[in-house]
């Protein structure tokens, strides 16, 4: 038998993968991965991790090793090649799964209240610069409220704001985080826009909040399990008392004086 007829070692094949195969054997085993797929599989394989680690690396995975250590031990000892990419690779693969559970268990997932208020200030933003369509239906068309109630479900009314001076333009179908939502917009002489974004809240109640985003600002609370969020110009004493106004007309049944349930004390509301 030949060198060329003897079987090929699994050794032989990660040298071959290594580029450290004698000279002699490399066409034996270019022969024996010719007609043994399964072996020419795992070489390609090994291959594969090979180009990874090089090119996740660069130019360090080329460096000559420093000549402290001994090769020939080093290469009586070495476990093969494959495992050695394979825990390099698992070593990353569970360094950045732990990095982003870290990451996620830090970072509190938001409340309902937050996602209705991120949702009604986008719609604020997007509207309020509407020229032509700033709303859907104007406030004269008799189904405005029928159509968005029903939507919404639930009983539906539209504050008067005249002591504001905000007269309601109307009001459009929105998605909302649990379903429809309804937004209606109003308007001073000036060209101040206000809205109130109406939408289903996974909540029975919440205390008002204050949310200031920039030049705009949010008022938002739950009531019967419907999140209220009112949108303006960021001026906190200003917005306060509309929210109010909206509270006291919305509430079912409506009763003039009444106050935001459970009136939050923390920081920034």
């Known amino acids: 038998?030949?060198?060329?007829?003897?079987?090929?070692?699994?050794?032989?094949?990660?040298?071959?993968?290594?580029?450290?195969?004698?000279a002699d054997r490399?066409?034996?085993?270019?022969?024996?991965l010719a007609i043994h797929p399964e072996d020419a599989a795992r070489v390609a394989e090994w291959r594969a991790l090979s180009d990874a680690l090089h090119q996740r690396y660069g130019s360090i995975a080329d460096e000559p090793v420093p000549a402290r250590f001994d090769l020939a031990k080093l290469a009586r000892s070495r476990p093969p090649w494959r495992a050695i990419a394979a825990a390099a690779l698992l070593a990353a693969v569970i360094g950045g799964a732990a990095g982003?559970?870290?990451?996620a268990a830090s970072t509190p997932a938001p409340s309902s209240g937050e996602i209705i208020t991120a949702d009604a200030l986008s719609a604020h933003k997007l509207y309020i610069a509407e020229v032509r369509h700033p709303i859907e239906v104007k406030a004269a068309e008799k189904h405005l409220i029928p159509w968005l109630s029903k939507r919404v479900g639930t009983t539906l009314r539209i504050p008067d704001l005249n002591e504001y001076s905000l007269q309601l333009l109307g009001g459009r179908l929105l998605p909302g985080p649990i379903g429809p939502a309804a937004l209606f917009m109003y308007e001073s002489p000036s060209g101040e826009r206000f809205t109130i974004y109406c939408s289903r809240s996974k909540k029975m109640r919440m205390a008002l909040r204050y949310q200031s985003?920039?030049?705009?600002a949010a008022m938002h609370w739950v009531e019967s399990e419907i999140g209220y969020v009112v949108s303006g110009p960021d001026d906190r004493g200003r917005l306060a008392k509309i929210a109010q106004t909206a509270y006291e007309?919305?509430?079912?049944?409506?009763?003039r004086g009444a106050q935001f349930p459970l009136i939050s004390r923390r920081k920034g509301s």
């Open 1 to 22: 038998m030949t060198d060329r007829d003897s079987p090929v070692t699994t050794d032989e094949l990660h040298a071959y993968v290594d580029g450290m195969l004698p």
């Open 26 to 32: 490399t066409g034996a085993v270019e022969a024996w």
């Open 100 to 103: 982003w559970i870290g990451r």
């Open 213 to 216: 985003g920039g030049e705009i």
């Open 249 to 255: 007309q919305m509430e079912n049944p409506p009763a």
